[in-house]
């Protein structure tokens, strides 16, 4: 069984510019999630979808992040305009419905610079 | 304050040693106590969890919880090598579905030979 994967594995950016980050789930999982960890802090949960609704997105820093997950596969995570403090590394994890148990992904390292 | 504190090491053990690792947390709504592993350039990996207070033992690892405490401690038996990475504690609560996790900032463990 494949894991969860992001894309890209890295991401350095200026700016004021716009990224992009793809997470693919586990084939199946209806729960996916976004975290995100800065460099010397903990990992933060950002949002959480069900298929392709928004369950959870206390966690959003604000309206510079939109994130989809349209016809509840793959979700991508858009910032936009990128701020150096976004920079960090953005993991993304997926959850059967019948187990807590979230599977992470490798994560994307973004540089703002 | 934040939710869940764990001191982030570096701890350096030479192998065959027995390590703790240990978290305390300030929510007592917290149910679900998970411990993940993360090695370099890695996504989190779920090592064990637990859901009650009491110990909780697989392979070499045993998890113990004491919510009286608000404590929380990840026993390796036999360290190896290989068991070098970062140690994170996690929790979660029913409120949430058990599904919005919130992490410790992690300790790294360096196992020498």
């Known amino acids: 069984e494949a894991g969860v994967t992001q894309f890209p594995s890295h991401s350095v950016i200026e700016k004021g510019q716009t990224v992009t980050l793809r997470c693919d789930p586990i084939?199946?999982?209806?729960?996916l999630y976004w975290y995100r960890r800065v460099m010397g802090k903990e990992i933060k949960f950002l949002l959480h979808?069900?298929?392709?609704?928004?369950?959870?997105e206390s966690g959003m820093p604000n309206n510079r992040f939109l994130a989809e997950r349209t016809g509840g596969t793959y979700s991508t995570l858009k910032v936009q305009p990128a701020e150096l403090e976004d920079s960090g590394v953005y993991f993304c994890?997926?959850?059967?419905?019948?187990?807590?148990?979230?599977?992470f992904g490798p994560g994307t390292r973004l540089l703002v610079l | 304050q934040k939710e869940v504190e764990q001191d982030p090491g570096p701890l350096s053990v030479p192998e065959g040693a027995i390590v703790s690792l240990n978290c305390t947390y300030s929510?007592?709504?917290?149910?679900?106590f998970m411990w993940y592993r993360q090695y370099s350039r890695k996504g989190p990996e779920l090592l064990m969890y637990?859901?009650?207070?009491g110990n909780k033992e697989d392979g070499r690892f045993t998890a113990q919880v004491d919510k009286s405490s608000k404590y929380i401690s990840l026993f390796i038996r036999d360290s190896q090598p290989s068991d070098s990475a970062t140690y994170l504690c996690?929790?979660?609560?029913?409120?949430?579905?058990?599904?919005?996790?919130?992490f410790g900032t992690g300790t790294r463990l360096l196992v020498s030979p």
């Open positions: 994890a997926s959850k059967d419905r019948e187990r807590e148990t979230q599977y």
């Open positions: 084939s199946g999982h209806d729960n």
């Open positions: 979808f069900v298929k392709e609704s928004k369950q959870d």
């Open positions: 929510n007592s709504a917290f149910q679900y």
């Open positions: 637990t859901y009650s207070s």
């Open positions: 996690a929790m979660t609560f029913l409120n949430t579905g058990f599904q919005k996790l919130v």
